[in-house]
């Protein structure tokens, strides 16, 4: 499929500079593209390679001189997701229908058009929605509801009870709805509670892979509408994440613990549980956070401190061994005194 | 199922006081409970929920005033459990038998009452006790001991001669036996020196969701009784976890170190190989454990140091740049002097 | 298998010194190892074991006055992995050819002696070299292409399109390929961009268990030949890994960096996107890594330092609460004057 950098501009309402007659087949990095393929400028630190790629032509989202053609868009991102989607579209699935080598309970209420491949089990009082695509070695647990247009990727699972919404997508070898780590400890002995909660994952939300969230003990955990999860994120049990998160990979976000919309948690952050993380809230990569923290807040380092604090306070423990230095120093001196 | 109050205190050897016939007939949280469900108060903070509540009854350990009916007991987290377990249950398997869609060898020795589901393998000469429930995708290896009444959930893995107690849990998608991460380098190339050893988990073990246990590489790799790990926990090769303790979650432990009884292990630890850690021993969240820890100590932090000296200490990080300020001031007024 | 003590010197290319007729049938550590096994000092500090170890036979760098007979080898550990293999193999795998309960598609193409087990899924126009091992619950996408001699084991992933080199391990759990952490935020809303690279993994190389692996968003992710990954590392989309490193465990690399050949990254090291690691680079376990680190470097920390400094300058957070004190006794002293 290739459009003209033209008939692109229209699609993402941008403005074109330079010769909309061209044909772009494909996006590329400023580094590998070549002339059918149409890149963008990320990051200004880059963009000394404008003068050496090959690429068709540039996304931008200011007007710049350029002797490359340009698509100038408000939001070049935004503009960049609809130009990839447009030309490569997303992952295709294979037309299954219900394989006979899938085990799907009789009692399971299977919607129209789903795909459910070999190796899969759907089990007793399961409902899955229009349209949704299970692939092979997915465990569907009794009385779990999927919504529709979902993707289960291989070997995920799903514990019974859980509840997915619609547009879900959960990658491959990961875990929903697992008893939450809930023991007594009497006498020395830890006494499995089991846990009567569940996980409910609303619409839009993708999961990705090798993640593990539990259930809840009595309240549910929930991962709110629109939320991404990266890779190897751990929920802990009634852990509440609102709606519209981005959570980059191997978070763990222990039990109890709210967290509101539109927060943005990095690599490796640690909440611990029952604390409330508000609105907006930005958490930088490896923070450990141990107290609530209020909408808007931008916070790094563990423990986690406000970020315009941190950044320099932290890099600060390199001085350490000359600062203890001169405080020596100055003990001294002053004894002498 | 529902039972009175008065029944729920004799069943944890407590004392009701108020009205010991009202019917209860599940757990809730004090915020969502209903007048038919018990609900517990864990955390003296949540204390003002219970002029809120709905519930018809509270679980606590010190009997108070107070105008809803109360189930006093000694060790009320454990009261809880047990009514839990009485008013909920454990999770129910289905009663599958053995699956014509499961892969069974003809050297396997299944016990009697046990439940293998579609599409899980079991290996030659693998031995399984009896009431052992293996949920669909399991992988059980070559030789592999499992006792009886374990339960392993989907897509978990037991690479082969692994060897499991008696009434242990694995979780979905988690590894049991894979290779310890050991390669001798010459001339620049990684070896792979084959593992000789195996993991041993022994009895009433659960292993959480999506964690990986390496084999030993000549000795073996063990998780001690009664033992409870979390979720996407790893555990290096011919590391020795004793019996009683509680790893919560995304915790790291290199080869060889040993860990003593009744350790408890907080979120995103990590450990390193070849040191040992006493019994008995607290380690915070996201601690860093560079040496072996005496018996009781309770630490914290990266490196991670005693707790009472470390929640201090790491606090100071912020004030830093105020430090190094303050010294350049001394450091400035003593050479004008 | 047995073998004398001299034959195995003659196959490590080493020098006995005492008895070479003595039969080796194992290896063991000093602590548990029997007259016929063969042990290995590899730390000094466990020499101590030596007086006490009833080994056959131990492997060592240099020639020592000991009891026990030698094997004297050049590269010592070297040495005791060929022994290991030589003595105890690796490990063996069922001779399964390609199961009927196995779902191979007719288009894929299967080499010469593969060996695919139950409920194995093998999709459209995908590729696997000569003599590969796909153990039960693996799934390999369309168009992926895998060389020969690789093992796959239980309920590994591997999607669509990505390529493995020859000899190729991927362990239990393990996530190849799943869609870069890709999303275009428009009015509040994130919108998934399809990730239109890959995942390569050059020959050679091995892959824990429960890893994940985003393929690239528009650039290919690449693991380079020789190099081993150990178990829970999450690699983001575009990350190129050079060849012959080592990564221990629960590392995570972000998205778009790159990293030189021969370098060492210890346990939950976190690594931000964009930014270049050179050649035979060390980190530290746990450190954080938000800068490029010239060749050769060996850094520690969070955020990651130079080692020599770091390993005294964490080390002294410590002492930040007496640092403060002497401070304000030296500001009051300094105001009294």
Do not use: W
């Not at 909660?197 to 993708?206: H, L, R, T, W």
């Not at 709210?258 to 549980?273: A, E, L, P, R």
């Amino acid at each position: 499929m290739s459009k003209t950098l033209g008939q692109l501009a229209e699609h993402v309402n941008g403005k074109v500079i330079g010769d909309a007659n061209i044909e772009i087949s494909a996006v590329a990095t400023l580094d590998t593209a070549t002339p059918s393929d149409i890149s963008f400028l990320a990051n200004p630190k880059y963009s000394r390679a404008i003068k050496t790629t090959k690429a068709g032509a540039i996304i931008v989202g200011k007007e710049a001189p350029c002797q490359i053609p340009l698509i100038v868009a408000a939001d070049p991102y935004y503009a960049f997701a609809q130009i990839v989607i447009l030309l490569h579209g997303h992952r295709k699935h294979r037309q299954e229908g219900i394989s006979e080598n899938a085990n799907i309970s009789p009692s399971a209420n299977i919607g129209k058009n789903c795909h459910i491949h070999d190796f899969a089990t759907v089990s007793d009082n399961a409902e899955i929605g229009e349209g949704t695509v299970i692939y092979p070695n997915v465990f569907v647990g009794p009385n779990v509801k999927i919504g529709s247009n979902c993707i289960l990727y291989p070997s995920c699972v799903i514990y019974d009870r859980c509840i997915l919404g619609n547009n879900v997508i959960i990658n491959a070898n990961t875990t929903i709805g697992k008893d939450g780590y809930g023991y007594a400890t009497h006498k020395g002995v830890h006494h499995k509670i089991p846990q009567v909660g569940k996980v409910i994952i609303e619409d839009d939300v993708e999961i990705g892979g090798n993640c593990c969230l539990q259930r809840g003990a009595i309240e549910d955990t929930i991962v709110g509408k629109g939320s991404k999860l990266g890779d190897i994120i751990s929920v802990g049990h009634g852990a509440k994440i609102g709606p519209y998160c981005l959570l980059v990979g191997q978070i763990g976000i222990a039990g109890s613990t709210t967290i509101g919309h539109h927060c943005v948690i990095g690599g490796q952050v640690g909440i611990v549980g029952h604390i409330k993380i508000g609105n907006c809230v930005q958490i930088g990569a490896q923070a450990g956070v141990i107290n609530s923290v209020p909408d808007n807040a931008n916070i790094v380092g563990t423990p986690a401190i406000d970020a315009s604090i941190a950044r320099r306070a932290y890099a600060l423990i390199e001085d350490l061994p000359e600062l203890k230095k001169a405080i020596q120093r100055l003990e001294k001196s002053a004894n002498n005194e």
